[in-house]
């Protein structure tokens, strides 16, 4: 995040893609989508493209990593070299690894781990195509799966972002205004209880920006928690219409 006062993001009282400064990119979502998982999920998020697998809950190798009281849930977040315009190299980097990290931390608040001992829940999520608020698009994409795996869980885990761009205060940030502007605040919430779980900041806003953007974010983030479970009643309704379940079962 680094500010530069020549390139112009808002035009008209618009941002370059034409929304207005409290909305949301198009946003598309879809469960079960990888045959071989316990639950998947894909995300669109105006040019975020990302998949997501989750596996187990399974024994979890070497053994003196089992913790006889919860299972352990572990999250890989991957940037696909071919995800930005300048490959980038593959494999984990510093990033990654602290998206991964954070994201474990905030599903980890709501999956009712305890109820697995000794096992492992792998989450896997792998960004396709980046512009810009990958780590909540995966966070979202990633607790959409892990519903769709039937994992129980207290409730699910809604994320977005907002920032800074010219001065103005705006929600979910592209890739030009994450480039060019002066501050990103990446959330994530529990939506029944209230609960921020995630909320991280880059660059500089005052107090009263910053509580305009934590308003922003948190707003946003219940807009995605609605868009979610229109996502999991849908693909519910799809899977009984098809005879998934027999009737009187």
């Not at 990654?96 to 096992?119: C, D, G, H, Q, Y």
């Amino acid at each position: 995040m680094s500010g530069n006062g020549d390139v112009v993001l808002i035009k008209d009282g618009k941002r370059l893609d034409g929304r207005d400064f409290d909305e949301l990119r198009d946003i598309k979502m879809e469960v079960s989508v990888l045959e071989r998982a316990a639950g998947s999920a894909y995300v669109e998020w105006g040019k975020n493209k990302v998949m997501v697998g989750v596996y187990g809950p399974r024994e979890l190798h070497p053994k003196f990593l089992q913790d006889p009281t919860k299972a352990m849930l572990r999250c890989v977040y991957n940037l696909a070299p071919f995800s930005v315009d300048d490959r980038k190299k593959p494999g984990p980097d510093r990033r990654s690894v602290e998206i991964s990290k954070v994201t474990s931390e905030a599903l980890s608040s709501v999956v009712m781990l305890e109820r697995f001992p000794n096992t492992v829940v792998d989450v896997f999520i792998e960004i396709l195509q980046a512009d810009a608020g990958t780590r909540c698009a995966g966070l979202t994409a990633a607790s959409l799966a892990l519903a769709d795996a039937g994992i129980p869980m207290k409730d699910l885990i809604a994320s977005c972002s907002a920032g800074k761009i010219q001065g103005q205060v705006v929600v979910d940030l592209m890739k030009e205004e994450d480039n060019f502007g002066e501050c990103d605040l990446p959330m994530a919430i529990i939506p029944k209880k209230g609960e921020v779980v995630l909320l991280q900041m880059d660059g500089k806003l005052s107090r009263d920006e910053f509580k305009d953007a934590y308003k922003l974010a948190y707003d946003g983030c219940m807009k995605i928690y609605d868009l979610q479970r229109k996502t999991l009643m849908d693909s519910m309704k799809k899977f009984v219409g098809e005879g998934g379940i027999e009737n009187g079962d």
